[in-house]
């Protein structure tokens, strides 16, 4: 598996398999399907507390080595995510011991804020209404993120589905760059001015929904029914 080297000088494999869904498969079948993408390859795994999804992957990981399908929890690389909630500097910590509890880890290769607002407690999905927003301190916050990293429980620390205005302002303050920014981006929305921002950085942009988010709630169809990708493909 081709990986490339983060501004924390840990490595990453470029190709990863994400474990959001509309309609999660039900926690054995989620594990059972996570192992079989051990055993074919996967060693980068994506998710957050938002996908539910954190404990299945526990429980793959926990039997990948109980099969002895990978020798050492070192062997995979495993990101997840501050949900908006626990978007402030005191419950950063507390949010991501919990994603570990979950896991059944120790510690995590990258963990990434998960959107750039913060959200009240309690607040459900992504219902990002205006009465649900709170204001969003984003230095207390990062500030946060790098203590999780000083202390071994997060490798690598970044963000998702930020533009350059708001990595600019964490970029003025932080001790710890963002390693990842983890956006959409596909052949239809190729995040141009955003890459360019990020490589002049030292940031890696990471894709999710690299084939579109056709099928959700916000998504299009504008690259799984392109007639030049089929005519490609």
Not at 107 to 132: A, F, Q, S
Not at 143 to 161: F, H, Q, R
Not at 207 to 213: I, K, N, Q, T
Not at 220 to 227: E, G, L, R, T, Y
Request: glycine content about 8%.
């Amino acid at each position: 598996m081709e990986v490339v080297t983060l501004s924390s000088s840990h490595k990453m494999p470029l190709i990863g398999l994400g474990t959001s869904a509309s309609n999660l498969p039900p926690p054995d079948v989620l594990a059972s399907a996570l192992v079989e993408a051990i055993e074919v390859g996967y060693r980068h795994f994506d998710t957050a507390v938002i996908y539910g999804s954190e404990e299945s992957l526990g429980r793959a990981v926990a039997e990948a080595l109980k099969r002895q399908i990978i020798k050492s929890r070192d062997e995979l690389f495993i990101t997840s995510k501050l949900w908006c909630s626990d978007a402030d500097p005191s419950l950063v910590l507390p949010a991501l011991k919990k994603t570990l509890g979950r896991l059944g880890l120790e510690y995590l290769d990258l963990y990434l804020i998960h959107w750039p607002v913060r959200m009240k407690e309690g607040t459900h999905g992504y219902n990002m209404t205006k009465e649900c927003l709170l204001e969003f301190d984003i230095k207390g916050t990062w500030e946060a993120m790098e203590e999780c990293s000083k202390l071994g429980l997060a490798k690598s620390i970044g963000v998702s589905n930020f533009g350059p205005k708001k990595l600019s302002q964490i970029l003025q303050f932080c001790a710890i760059p963002p390693a990842v920014n983890q956006v959409e981006m596909h052949v239809a929305w190729k995040q141009d001015k955003l890459r360019g921002f990020c490589k002049e950085k030292g940031i890696h942009v990471s894709a999710w929904s690299p084939l579109a988010s056709n099928g959700s709630a916000w998504g299009s169809m504008a690259v799984m029914a392109s007639p030049i990708l089929k005519e490609i493909a």
